[in-house]
């Protein structure tokens, strides 16, 4: 079945800090590949997506790029904000059984100190 | 605008009692899924619909129900709550089949089964 691996939080950074998150994937055929963002209390919100290999996808200074030799989707920020503080979520998604199903990583929290 | 709501945002209840999470989007999307979200372990699918009158099982469907009888809305019915269904419930929908298409999430119902 598909899968999402990201890897485990928290991740505690000082502003202007690098960030990545990294991301790997299990899937057959072509998936799309998403990240969501959660902000305390609310639900996940699409941050960038990126639909076919080699794709980059980019919004509010978050990247992705689509890898498909590597079956990765590593998210990207070169310079976190305090407000960036947030749970981050890889995620895929694919036709399962005739159905399209999103699959969601675990999440990894980020937590920027000012 | 408003998107994916969900009733009620808080929950407590006692073992053994029964709800109803709702759930209702003004998108006309014809997918719609339900998730819940445990501290570390991500979003799992509960069930899921890909229109008025079809439903389908996710990963963890027992000791939930769920109906479909029209685009709009897709509720998700506890009826012998136990504590290990203490946790934060989350609804989405998607628009299309298209798989470069997001989903968009409601803010979530935290239930607390005492």
């Known amino acids: 079945g598909n899968s999402v691996t990201q890897m485990e939080g928290p991740v505690t950074l000082s502003e202007e800090a690098f960030l990545t998150i990294n991301c790997t994937y299990t899937a057959t055929g072509y998936p799309s590949l998403f990240w969501y963002v959660q902000y305390p209390g609310e639900g996940l919100q699409l941050l960038l997506k990126a639909t076919k290999a080699d794709d980059k996808g980019s919004n509010k200074g978050f990247e992705a790029t689509y890898r498909k030799e590597t079956t990765s989707f590593h998210l990207e920020k070169g310079s976190v904000q305090v407000s960036d503080s947030a749970v981050y979520f890889c995620?895929?998604?694919?036709?399962?059984?005739?159905?399209?199903?999103?699959?969601f990583g675990r999440g990894t929290s980020l937590i920027v100190h000012p | 605008n408003a998107g994916v709501t969900q009733t009620p945002k808080f929950r407590i209840l006692k073992i053994g009692q029964s709800m109803t999470l709702q759930c209702t989007q003004d998108m006309n999307h014809n997918y719609m899924y339900w998730y819940r979200q445990d501290p570390g372990m991500g979003l799992k699918l509960i069930y899921y619909?890909?229109?008025?009158?079809?439903?389908d099982k996710g990963e963890v469907p027992n000791g939930y129900n769920v109906s479909r009888s029209t685009t709009e809305d897709f509720p998700l019915r506890l009826e012998l709550a136990a504590p290990s269904q203490t946790s934060v419930y989350f609804c989405a929908s998607i628009g299309t089949a298209q798989m470069n298409t997001e989903a968009f999430f409601g803010q979530g119902t935290r239930l607390t089964v005492v």
């Open positions: 619909s890909v229109g008025a009158g079809i439903t």
């Open positions: 995620a895929l998604s694919a036709v399962s059984g005739g159905s399209y199903i999103p699959t």
